[in-house]
């Protein structure tokens, strides 16, 4: 069941980060549901989704700045 959830959150952690760049609030989503599933993990690997989360945020910053200048 471990190995289940860590190669669970690692896939939403990557289509986080992919995601990320197209669509950002879907990036969001995903990282956050990431974190979540590992949170009851004591060996933590929250790199991946932590960087969706990121990207995502980076990528919203970057549209709403070409919509406005």
């Known amino acids: 069941m471990k190995t289940k959830q860590k190669n669970t959150s690692k896939t939403l952690g990557v289509l986080s980060i992919v995601l990320g760049l197209f669509v950002p609030l879907a990036g969001i989503v995903l990282g956050i549901i990431g ?24 990528s919203w910053i970057i549209a709403i700045e070409i919509l406005l200048g």
């Not at 979540?36 to 945020?57: E, H, M, P």
Request: hydrophobic letters at 45%.
């Open 35 to 58: 974190l979540s599933i590992k949170k009851t993990d004591r060996n933590r690997d929250i790199t991946l989704n932590v960087v969706g989360i990121a990207v995502s945020i980076l």
